[in-house]
Every structure is written in structure tokens, then in C-alpha cells.
T-cell receptor, first 116, second 110 residues
Framework: GAVVSQHPSWVICKSGTSVKIECRSL??????MFWYRQFPKQSLMLMAT?????????EQGVEKDKFLINHASLTLSTLTVTSAHPEDSSFYIC????????????FGSGTRLTVV | QKEVEQNSGPLSVPEGAIASLNCTYS??????FFWYRQYSGKSPELIMS????GDKEDGRFTAQLNKASQYVSLLIRDSQPSDSATYLC??????????FGAGTRLTVKP
């Protein structure tokens, strides 16, 4: 089946630094990928939708200059958290849309970001 | 009104019982409905999808959809401790736009 690989699975960084999270579709081409954030005991919140070769579409309230998304190829999307602060600490999850199926959302394993 | 609403729980059932999880959604144009299971610290995994009114059964899981009432539910029969997790209801407004409920935390007690 479709697999989405997300790395790293966890990262600890200092406040003010940047962190890059990668999301790769391993055996299919993902023209659309989604980035979610989940705080403890809360639901998944869609941050942005990235389409290969074009600018990402950000949800209301998500700072596009802080959360940089690049979807340069059909198999790779990256999320860079710039100038991270402790309040950015969260669980970040990507998912990819597998075209041709209505249930084609495949999730990555998630990245636990802790900013100290 | 939230797009997808769930009772946050926690819902506690004894082992072997039926667990019933409920979800309502606001957009009548929604086409596809999903139930995901999420263990603590892990990403969601799809357990059921349903697209038309009625029941859909898969093993111990049954999804029920009522578009007129904008209601979707998940029944887990013969609940096991390993079923203890947070269950997320998700609704596709469009193919590329999936929205999640806040999740219901289920605990199955041995």
C-alpha cells in the first residue's frame, strides 16, 4: 500500500533556531500533501496544503513566513519551522493524497518537535 | 459551529462490550466519511471509510452514516483493551479538503 515516510520522528531544538521536517511518498506520486499540527489532547489542525510546483495554501491563522513549505517534487514536501519558539512545540504530521481513490489520505508517522 | 463534532469523552467500556462513538458534521455537501484510530504519540491510522447511507461492517467495526441527519457513528463490538485509543472522525468536504473532529478518547477496561 501507499507509504508516506516522515523524518525526523522527534527533534529537540533551541529557541530561535529552524527545524526542517521531511515528508516523502515512497511508492506513489503525491501531487498534494497536507501538513497538520496537533497539540496534546487536541485534534489535528490543518496548517497548509502544498501542491507540487506551486505555493502552499495556508489555513487562516498560520504564519506562512514562519512555517515554510516546499513541495519541489512529486514525492517530497518539507516543512521548515523558522525561528522556533517553545509555543511551536507540537506533533506535526504530514499526509499525502493518493489520486484515484476517494480515501487516498496516507499519513506520515509524525514528528514530535520540542523547542527549549 | 464546528465543521466536525465529536464527544471528547473519555468513553469507558468494559472488555467485551460494544463501544459506540458518534460524530456530526455541518456541511451537507460532504461526500466521504472516515474513522481514524490514534494511539498516544502516533499518527492516525484509517480503520473505516463510508460513503453512502447505511451500515458498513468490517470485522468488529461497523460504521453508520445518515446524511439526512448529518451523523456518522462507529460501533466497536467485543471491545478489547487494545482498542483503547482516541478515535477521530474525518469528513471530506472535497477530495482535497479533509476536516477532523477533536476525537473521542476510548478506554476499554479489562
Amino acid at each position: 500500500g501507499a507509504v508516506v515516510s516522515q523524518h525526523p520522528s522527534w527533534v529537540i531544538c533551541k529557541s530561535g533556531t529552524s527545524v526542517k521536517i521531511e515528508c516523502r511518498s515512497l511508492d506513489f506520486q503525491a501531487t498534494t500533501m497536507f501538513w497538520y499540527r496537533q497539540f496534546p489532547k487536541q485534534s489535528l489542525m490543518l496548517m497548509a496544503t502544498s501542491n507540487e510546483g506551486s505555493k502552499a495554501t495556508y489555513e487562516q491563522g498560520v504564519e506562512k513566513d514562519k512555517f515554510l513549505i516546499n513541495h519541489a517534487s512529486l514525492t517530497l514536501s518539507t516543512l521548515t519551522v523558522t525561528s522556533a519558539h517553545p509555543e511551536d512545540s507540537s506533533f506535526y504530521i504530514c499526509s499525502a493524497l493518493l489520486h484515484g481513490t476517494v480515501s487516498g489520505y496516507t499519513f506520515g508517522s509524525g514528528t514530535r518537535l520540542t523547542v527549549v | 459551529q464546528k465543521e466536525v463534532e465529536q464527544n471528547s469523552g473519555p468513553l469507558s467500556v468494559p472488555e467485551g462490550a460494544i463501544a459506540s462513538l458518534n460524530c456530526t458534521y455541518s456541511d451537507r455537501g460532504s461526500q466521504s466519511f472516515f474513522w481514524y484510530r490514534q494511539y498516544s504519540g502516533k499518527s492516525p491510522e484509517l480503520i473505516m471509510s463510508i460513503y453512502s447511507n447505511g451500515d458498513k461492517e468490517d470485522g468488529r467495526f461497523t460504521a453508520q452514516l445518515n446524511k439526512a441527519s448529518q451523523y456518522v457513528s462507529l460501533l466497536i463490538r467485543d471491545s478489547q483493551p487494545s482498542d483503547s485509543a482516541t478515535y477521530l472522525c474525518a469528513v471530506n468536504l472535497r477530495l482535497s479538503d479533509m476536516r477532523f473532529g477533536a476525537g473521542t478518547r476510548l478506554t476499554v477496561k479489562p
